[in-house]
Nanobody
Framework: QAPLVETGGGLVQAGGSLRLSCAAS????????AAWFRQAPGMEREWVAA???????TYKDSVKGRFTISRDDAKNTLYLQMNSLKPEDTAVYYC???????WGQGTQVTVSS
């Protein structure tokens, strides 16, 4: 079983919202920092947001105030709520636990103008 599985991507108009989910096969989010990354076509993968096991949260400047990272420890699930989406947010989004080199398979987010 894959350690991380993302769901929730899709096509949305600019200004819309999506919520991504990342289900873990175990309680890894309780013991290590989890993060969301994204990769646009022709671009390098970039970090978007992170949450430590203690709950400290950080965001890439361009998503501050629009994206919210959270987790539900009872469900072993990480979330990324994305509001006020822009065409430049279009990318494949990945969840990760970098400490263990866990990556999900990615989920496509497309924002139309």
């Amino acid at each position: 079983q894959a350690p991380l599985v993302e769901t929730g991507g899709g096509l949305v108009q600019a200004g819309g919202s999506l919520r991504l989910s990342c289900a873990a096969s175990g309680s890894v989010f309780k013991i290590a920092t989890a993060a969301w990354f994204r990769q646009a076509p022709g671009m390098e993968r970039e970090w978007v947001a992170a949450i430590t096991n203690g709950g400290y949260i950080t965001y890439k400047d361009s998503v501050k105030g629009r994206f919210t990272i959270s987790r539900d420890d009872a469900k072993n699930t990480l979330y990324l709520q994305m509001n006020s989406l822009k065409p430049e947010d279009t990318a494949v989004y990945y969840c990760s636990v970098p400490r263990y080199e866990y990556w999900g398979q990615g989920t496509q987010v497309t924002v139309s103008s």
